[in-house]
């Protein structure tokens, strides 16, 4: 079974929305109906832990990670690639960390502008970017219930509702060519999420 190559979607939301295990479990679904799929998983998931949590250094580490799955992404003979955080998702965070004041505003700028530009060589804007959203109570519940180490350190309520106060207004900057869709998770169950959202791409598929 073959689609127009390769269909791109990106997908981004706050933390412990579901986006990983989602992906993971949209791959094998997908390749089970007959459609060659890649994914691209977040580098966030394999910094070194020398590289400490919510500073600049962490932050190009990832993107740079991120940049080099997008480069591979125009060279794919997929049908459908899957992008567990990709340009949008860089764009974010460099805005992000500004707000946060982890950053200085000329090191943003100067991320933002590499990113823009290496889109304008490489077209890097997925074609659709999947914002998988849940609320700041369900968000800490579900990290709480995952706890090992140090996975707690970002999960608090004031970065989360920050994060989504940022997202909400980074949304409403995405182009046209890039189409949007929003699922809020908080109220679903795994089995739930994973319907509507493929529901959603073999319609994108079909159409």
Known sequence: MTIRKPLVIEFTGPPNSGKTTLVNFLQSTLSNLGYSVETKQEDAEIVPKAIPKKTWARNMWITLGQL????????????????????????????????????????????????????????????HLFIIDVSTEVSLKRRYAMQSGDSVVLSTDSFIDLYKEHLKDFCKKVPDETTLFQLDTSNLTFSEMHKVVLDRILNIIKN
């Open 68 to 127: 080099q799955s997008l480069i591979e992404t125009k060279y794919s003979t997929a049908d459908v690639i899957l992008l567990d955080r990709g340009y949008y998702d860089a764009l974010f965070w460099a805005s992000f960390l500004e707000i946060q004041e982890i950053c200085s505003q000329k090191d943003c700028l100067s991320l933002i502008n590499l990113l823009e530009t290496l889109e304008h060589q490489f077209n890097f804007k997925p074609d």
